[in-house]
């Protein structure tokens, strides 16, 4: 019923005026604007249903409303798979600049993936996660968000961190974990964090982020900020969902919230995780406001992301975007994805890759040809590798450091855990040698 009323609430928005299969009623739309919206319309009509959990109306037929008669949400693209651009109207003309700057930062991407996870299995690293397939849902949102919002991130959206000024050496020791790297070694590889970017550090537990961000949301109402948050449709179906979706329709909170929807949560497919119209369709339920994009398409996903950052901001509402794309690696390093889908698949799904759908868009414009394209490729992967193994170089952090940076001063329970762990390590000296690290 509640999609049924959102489809219902959609054809006033479009202007008709009549509620399908009812009486026309009297009516206060919300402005047709590009941003700006009015609070939700009330029925005014002999056959209204005025209840105190819903505005709806009376039918006087009985009828179950079958899930799979609703049409699913359209899907938003301005790029064809061949570069060319669909809706002239649409086009945010991004200058030429800031178009290569999105494509030298997805083969950034791309090639930093490559190089680290062989790195992963030469066992230089513990773990690595890529983003091959993904990555115009990251530069793509990423373009359209201002530096004053704040991000939280799940472990998949590194070309975020790219685009918004994340060094390669900040990258390098993060995964090192050295004493230089953000976490000194006390969290897991690709969970970044940025206090200078306000990029939450990313935790391991799916869907954590979600209330945070809700949360995060609430206090930034009126300020022209918004928080955002990403997170894989696996992350979709964990119990935090619900209350982070819930608090922010009912609390009006700026926050948009970013799915990619790769197909996947690990090994199970999106099939075995929902019966809906994937993960948009959940937005009215909540009473939320939504958009499926294209993932592949970086200029939809930009156009898509500064209009649901517009609607969030200027009207304290939570806006929900849906990027369909597709997973081409293994979940991660500790994955082996050919166990649950076949060659065949990847290859269908891979085609529609965004790195080749921009450099033809570029290559259309004039900007972009193959021998630059070589030479991007060349250089940028020696930038990593001299980044790569400077960061292998570089000493851990000291055992010590294990308790610090948690608390501004080290409560008593953990002054004791300290005080135990020194005195284990000057009874056994030969099994915690101090070589390669700080020492303090």
Not at 239 to 267: K, M, Q, W
Not at 292 to 308: E, F, I, S
Not at 401 to 406: M, Q
């Amino acid at each position: 019923m509640l999609r049924g009323l959102a489809r219902v609430r959609a054809g006033v928005v479009a202007g008709t005026g009549v509620l399908p299969g009812a009486p026309a009623v009297a009516i206060q739309p919300r402005l047709i604007s590009k941003r700006k919206l009015t609070s939700t319309p009330s029925l005014r009509c002999a056959d209204a249903a005025n209840f105190a959990g819903a505005d709806t109306f009376f039918t006087y037929s009985a009828k179950i409303n079958h899930a799979h008669e609703l049409a699913p949400i359209p899907c938003y693209r301005l790029l064809s798979p061949d570069g060319e651009v669909l809706n002239k109207n649409d086009d945010p003309n991004i200058p030429d600049e800031e178009l290569l700057r999105w494509y030298r930062e997805m083969i950034m991407l791309n090639v930093m993936d490559k190089i680290m996870y062989d790195v992963q299995r030469q066992g230089r690293i513990s773990f690595y996660m890529t983003s091959f397939g993904e990555e115009g849902t990251h530069i793509g949102t990423a373009a359209a968000l201002e530096k004053d919002d704040v991000i939280y991130a799940q472990y998949r959206e590194t070309g975020v961190l790219i685009h918004l000024g994340y060094t390669l050496p900040e990258f390098m020791n993060q995964c090192f974990g050295n004493h230089l790297g953000h976490g000194k070694g006390r969290q897991m590889p690709v969970h970044h964090g940025s206090k200078e970017l306000n990029f939450h550090t990313i935790s391991s537990p799916l869907g954590t982020q979600l209330p945070q961000a809700t949360g995060a949301a609430y206090a930034l109402r009126n300020t022209g900020r918004a928080a955002v948050c990403y997170f894989g449709d696996g992350s979709a179906s964990e119990g935090d969902a619900h209350p982070a979706f819930n608090f922010a329709a009912t609390l009006e909170c700026p926050v948009v919230f970013i799915c990619r929807n790769n197909g996947y949560a690990i090994s199970t497919p999106v099939k075995e995780q929902y019966r809906g119209d994937g993960i948009a369709s959940r937005a009215a339920g909540y009473g939320m406001d939504c958009i499926r994009v294209d993932g592949n398409d970086t200029l939809a996903v930009y156009v898509a992301t500064k209009m649901a950052r517009d609607v969030a901001v200027e009207n304290n509402r939570p806006v929900l975007i849906e990027a369909m794309t597709y997973r081409e690696s293994h979940h991660s390093t500790s994955d082996d994805s050919s166990a649950y889908r076949s060659s065949e698949e990847m290859d269908d799904y891979s085609a529609e890759n965004g790195i080749e759908r921009l450099r033809k868009y570029i290559e259309i414009k004039g900007i972009w040809d193959g021998e630059k394209d070589a030479a991007l490729k060349k250089a940028t992967r020696k930038e990593i590798l001299v980044h790569l193994e400077a960061a292998g170089k570089e000493l851990l952090p000291s055992i010590v450091s294990l308790f610090d940076d948690v608390y501004k001063e080290i409560p008593p329970h953990l002054q004791r855990q300290k005080a135990e762990m020194l005195a284990h390590i000057a009874k056994y000296p030969d099994e915690y040698s101090s070589k390669g690290r700080i020492e303090e």
